[in-house]
T-cell receptor
Framework: AQKITQTQPGMFVQEKEAVTLDCTYD???????LFWYKQPSSGEMIFLIY??????QNATEGRYSLNFQKARKSANLVISASQLGDSAMYFC???????????????FGQGTILTVHP | NAGVTQTPKFRILKIGQSMTLQCTQD?????MYWYRQDPGMGLKLIYY???????DKGEVPNGYNVSRSTTEDFPLRLELAAPSQTSVYFC???????????FGPGTRLTVL
């Protein structure tokens, strides 16, 4: 079974609007971490946001927020006020187990390509 | 503070050749990782290291070897290159206090 599933191969959004990128995960471990990375066309991997399984509140970083629904095992990324520079591939990733015992290893989803239209 | 650096940026190999992909970080992180990214796909873990002298296999280790003699360096060795190893290779290091991995710019490898 896929550990991380991103069901949207591509998404389109109008500049200045909000967009939600979906991510569902599968684990039986009560301790885990969820990450979102951005990969622009230049190819580098840029860390955006992190949510721990025990965190009570949804993570936020500037225009990025993570809609964490533990019972549904979903960790959707919300980008508010989209900008042209947000056009990129977005990856959801999971660290399964506590940071120490898992050695921080990440499993990635297949990604969602976001295109922001002017 | 350069972060994570990788060399070379691009390389074309012939089938059966060998090469080493270099990775260096200047953040004094103990944890380091090698991933590969096939076209249109997510990253898959090849090898990782929890400190100098300690390495272990990830999800897709076949055809690769690593070593970690210093905290800073984590080279990836390809022996007997095969077309299936055509990919983009990313090295990363992890800041344990925030559990965040920082990635190098990647090496695009083509095996013909």
């Amino acid at each position: 079974a896929q550990k991380i599933t991103q069901t949207q191969p591509g998404m389109f959004v109008q500049e200045k609007e909000a967009v939600t990128l979906d991510c569902t995960y599968d684990t039986s471990d009560p301790s885990y971490g969820l990450f979102w990375y951005k990969q622009p066309s230049s190819g580098e991997m840029i860390f955006l946001i992190y949510q721990g399984s025990y965190d009570q509140q949804n993570a936020t970083e500037g225009r990025y927020s993570l809609n964490f629904q533990k019972a549904r095992k979903s960790a959707n990324l919300v980008i508010s006020a989209s900008q042209l520079g947000d056009s990129a591939m977005y990856f959801c990733a999971m660290r399964e187990g506590a940071g120490g015992t898992s050695y921080g290893k990440l499993t990635f989803g297949q990604g969602t390509i976001l295109t922001v239209h002017p | 503070n350069a972060g994570v650096t990788q060399t070379p940026k691009f390389r074309i190999l012939k089938i059966g050749q060998s090469m080493t992909l270099q990775c260096t970080q200047d953040m004094n992180h103990n944890y380091m990782y090698w991933y590969r990214q096939d076209p249109g796909m997510g990253l898959k873990l090849i090898y990782y290291s929890v400190g100098a002298g300690i390495t272990d296999k990830g999800e897709v280790p076949n055809g690769y070897n690593v070593s970690r003699s210093t905290t800073e360096d984590f080279p990836l060795r390809l022996e007997l290159a095969a077309p299936s190893q055509t990919s983009v290779y990313f090295c990363a290091s992890r800041r344990t206090s925030t559990d965040t991995q920082y990635f190098g710019p990647g090496t695009r490898l083509t095996v013909l």
